[in-house]
T-cell receptor
Framework: QKEVEQNSGPLSVPEGAIASLNCTYSDRVSQSFFWYRQYSGKSPELIMSIYSNGDKEDGRFTAQLNKASQYVSLLIRDSQPSDSATYLCAVNNPSTGFQKLVFGTGTRLLVSP | DADVTQTPRNRITKTGKRIMLECSQTKGHDRMYWYRQDPGLGLQLIYYSFDVKDINKGEISDGYSVSRQAQAKFSLSLESAIPNQTALYFC????????????????FGPGTRLTVL
């Protein structure tokens, strides 16, 4: 089992719709969770971080964390074509002895006009 | 100006050559990381450094070495490049001295696209 799993996609949504991206992780002691956006050939850009169960909203983005079920999700409201990118989920792994981030392989999102 | 810079941005080299990728940061962060990214494999940690005197191997350190010349500079070397080291390489930084909840947030440089022929 991979430490961090994401559906590779592509996830296709029409402009204006809600895009829902999901991520599951295997290490129950993980404490910090991140969503990065990566355009093709570019570097990952931090979108959201979440540390507590529940929802965290920032503009059109909402991160949701459920530690009991070991999943974290990202909702993008009013999706725009400029949101088309690969979204990477990252989880810290304190059991390795330091604050190491483990990345999923990413979900590709396509927003059509 | 970018907080994390990488040079070169693109590099084509031949098998057996020694090359160095450089990373500099003005964020004042103490921790620095090198990752490689291959299509479909996500980001893999090569080396990380908590400070100038602390360097550690990551998941895929074979064939690579690093040097932390200063808090702001972290270089990655390929002693003898091979074609399967063709990838995107990213440097990242994080700050261990900030709020506890944010100490593992990593910020990435623009990347170096390396091609080994």
């Amino acid at each position: 089992q991979k430490e961090v799993e994401q559906n590779s996609g592509p996830l296709s949504v029409p402009e204006g719709a809600i895009a829902s991206l999901n991520c599951t992780y295997s290490d129950r002691v993980s404490q910090s969770f991140f969503w990065y956006r990566q355009y093709s050939g570019k570097s990952p850009e931090l979108i959201m971080s979440i540390y507590s169960n529940g929802d965290k909203e920032d503009g059109r983005f909402t991160a949701q964390l459920n530690k009991a079920s070991q999943y974290v999700s990202l909702l993008i409201r009013d999706s725009q074509p400029s949101d088309s990118a690969t979204y990477l989920c990252a989880v810290n792994n304190p059991s390795t002895g330091f604050q190491k981030l483990v990345f999923g392989t990413g979900t590709r999102l396509l927003v059509s006009p | 100006d970018a907080d994390v810079t990488q040079t070169p941005r693109n590099r084509i080299t031949k098998t057996g050559k020694r090359i160095m990728l450089e990373c500099s940061q003005t964020k004042g962060h103490d921790r620095m990381y090198w990752y490689r990214q291959d299509p479909g494999l996500g980001l893999q940690l090569i080396y990380y450094s908590f400070d100038v005197k602390d360097i550690n191997k990551g998941e895929i350190s074979d064939g690579y070495s690093v040097s932390r010349q200063a808090q702001a500079k972290f270089s990655l070397s390929l002693e003898s490049a091979i074609p399967n080291q063709t990838a995107l390489y990213f440097c990242a930084t994080s700050d261990s001295t900030g709020l506890a909840a944010s100490t593992d947030t990593q910020y990435f440089g623009p990347g170096t696209r390396l091609t080994v022929l």
